[in-house]
């Protein structure tokens, strides 16, 4: 194992553990790029000009959708969908981990510091990573768009498997509490997930 995928695994088993890797101060505010239907920031209507920030919920309604950035990380969320900022630390103005409650999200995150997402059934550790998930009380759907994602369990905290997209794009698992089982590419797009990245100032990441 490498000296680089042992720090990988070490920073993904400390965010599994709760202990929250800071991320810089440029990543205290966010801003929101689409807004429509009913979306609601910690229960109150969501606006344009609305400042996204860590210690907050994001809640999508049947017709909410919503795509903002954080610093050099970019979201959609669907329909249907809660979504908690975590803070780190004593500081609650730094986004360590996401937490998806309900729903889906896309995200495509800047290289460097290690990210988390909790899901229902599964912690997604993430550096530099494009991904789409959809979580459910029994079975998460995780699609790794581009770069590379390390799955643990969330009852038990334990390695599920690594992945690691290379010559081909979109690899997809379905992940109940205790397997990982191949899933097909559906439910999101190349495109959203190139537009996520034009966001965050960087290039299409599925052109040659």
């Known amino acids: 194992m490498t ?18 890797l800071p991320l810089p101060a440029a990543a ?3 801003m929101v790029h689409e807004l429509s239907g009913e ?10 000009n609305s400042a996204i920030r860590a210690g907050q919920t994001i809640a999508t309604g049947r017709d909410g959708r919503i795509w903002f950035t954080v610093a050099g990380d970019a ?20 986004i360590d981990a996401l937490r998806l409650v309900t729903g889906a999200l896309g995200a495509t995150f800047g290289r460097g510091t290690a990210r988390a997402v909790y899901a229902q059934t599964v912690t997604i550790g993430i550096r530099g990573t494009g991904i789409y998930v959809e979580t ?14 390390e799955l ?3 009852s038990t905290g334990s390695m599920m498997e690594a992945v690691a997209v290379t010559a081909e794009n979109h690899i997809a698992r379905r992940i109940s509490a205790d397997r990982v089982v191949p899933a097909p590419f559906e439910r999101h797009t190349s495109e959203e997930i190139s537009r996520l990245e034009r966001m965050a100032g960087r290039p299409n990441p599925f052109q040659k």
Request: glycine share 10%.
């Open 39 to 48: 979306v609601l920031l910690n229960g109150a209507r969501m606006a344009r």
């Open 152 to 154: 643990m369990s969330v």
């Open 3 to 20: 000296a680089h995928r042992r720090k990988f695994l070490t920073d993904c088993t400390l965010l599994t553990a709760g202990v929250l």
């Open 136 to 149: 459910m009380p029994q079975e998460t759907y995780a699609c790794t768009c581009f770069g590379s994602t």
């Open 28 to 30: 205290q505010w966010g």
């Open 75 to 94: 979201y959609f969320l669907r329909p249907g969908s809660e979504l908690r900022l975590r803070p780190g630390g004593v500081r609650d103005t730094v």
